[in-house]
């Protein structure tokens, strides 16, 4: 099966499994992004959102820790 040509659904919100760069831009900055009304449910997982400073696409990664102290 060829996935290529599918598109990320917009309603889903987009993870950074491993590495941390942007999937659009390449970029390894990003900044903690404004909270949405669904991160509270997000956080009890571990999920922390945040954002690209080049192309400020919105993402989610796991952090077990503050996103500040990085």
Do not use: H
Not at 9 to 34: D, G, H, V, Y
Not at 40 to 67: H, I, K, T
Request: with cysteine; charged share 20%.
């Amino acid at each position: 099966m060829n996935f290529s040509n599918r598109a990320w659904p917009a309603w889903m919100p987009r993870l950074l499994w491993i590495r941390r760069e942007c999937p659009c831009c390449n970029s390894l900055k990003f900044k903690q992004a404004e909270l949405r009304s669904f991160d509270g449910l997000l956080s009890m997982f571990a999920l922390r959102p945040v954002r690209c400073m080049f192309c400020w696409r919105r993402y989610y990664w796991f952090a077990f820790q503050d996103a500040t102290a990085q």
